[in-house]
């Protein structure tokens, strides 16, 4: 399995390149010029792992929620290349990378639940929340956009860690959410490595779409997202 992911939904940019169980990587952390980034990276990676592009069996993407900016640079460059290159696509959750995260660190463990939580702007934040069952990351509610003051804990959990942007803003939600956490990370965000090993875990049977099908998913309704070809 070779694999390609791509993440910008957040002030970081970062590219991820899986081979038979190898994982190579590049992350910076830049609030603005994710355009510049990217694609030394993509470079990067391809020439370090020796494997072309060409040679790929499939795309992925953190597809959202995040910076509305962000996720059409990701988006943008994905359905690039998987229209050139005839690959599929697999879309992967922002929120469940930060989770995803919270596993492959050692944070979290069997029955563990991380809510994560994405500065929204406007007062609100991006939520769901997640469960570690069989050493996967498992999502136990729907993505939602709310005010602090509004989220709230899904699924059973031995213990919960807080993950992601949105825990700067913990003094706003509700006292039970904020006793119940074990640690919160406000500093975490969505990285290309997390995407690419959500991407393989599910391959083949997990969700996959076309280079025209390939959207960023914003949450908020009003948001609208053309596609390629006829963008």
Not at 18 to 31: C, Q, V
Not at 80 to 87: E, K, P, T, V, W
Request: charged share 20%; net charge negative.
């Amino acid at each position: 399995m070779k694999l390609l992911a791509l993440d910008t939904t957040a002030e970081g940019c970062s590219a991820a390149l899986w081979t038979d169980g190898t994982l190579f990587e590049r992350a910076i952390r830049s609030p603005r010029g994710h355009t510049q980034h990217l694609l030394p990276m993509i470079r990067e990676l391809v020439d370090e792992s020796g494997v072309p592009l060409a040679a790929l069996d499939a795309l992925a993407f953190g597809r959202g929620p995040g910076s509305f900016t962000g996720l059409r640079i990701a988006t943008g460059v994905v359905q690039g290349l998987a229209f050139g290159l005839d690959l599929p696509v697999v879309p992967v959750s922002s929120l469940a990378a930060v989770a995803s995260r919270a596993l492959r660190t050692g944070l979290a463990g069997e029955g563990d639940g991380i809510a994560v939580a994405f500065d929204a702007r406007m007062s609100e934040v991006y939520w769901n929340c997640y469960r570690i069952h069989e050493g996967r990351v498992q999502s136990t509610a729907q993505e939602r956009v709310c005010p602090p003051d509004q989220v709230v804990l899904s699924g059973d959990a031995s213990r919960w860690l807080g993950a992601g942007s949105g825990w700067h803003l913990a003094d706003r939600m509700p006292e039970p959410v904020r006793a119940a956490m074990l640690a919160t990370h406000p500093d975490w965000y969505p990285l290309a490595s997390d995407i690419a090993t959500l991407a393989v875990a599910d391959w083949p049977d997990g969700p996959t779409v076309s280079a025209e099908q390939a959207a960023p998913v914003y949450v908020r309704d009003e948001i609208t997202w053309k596609k390629l070809p006829g963008r």
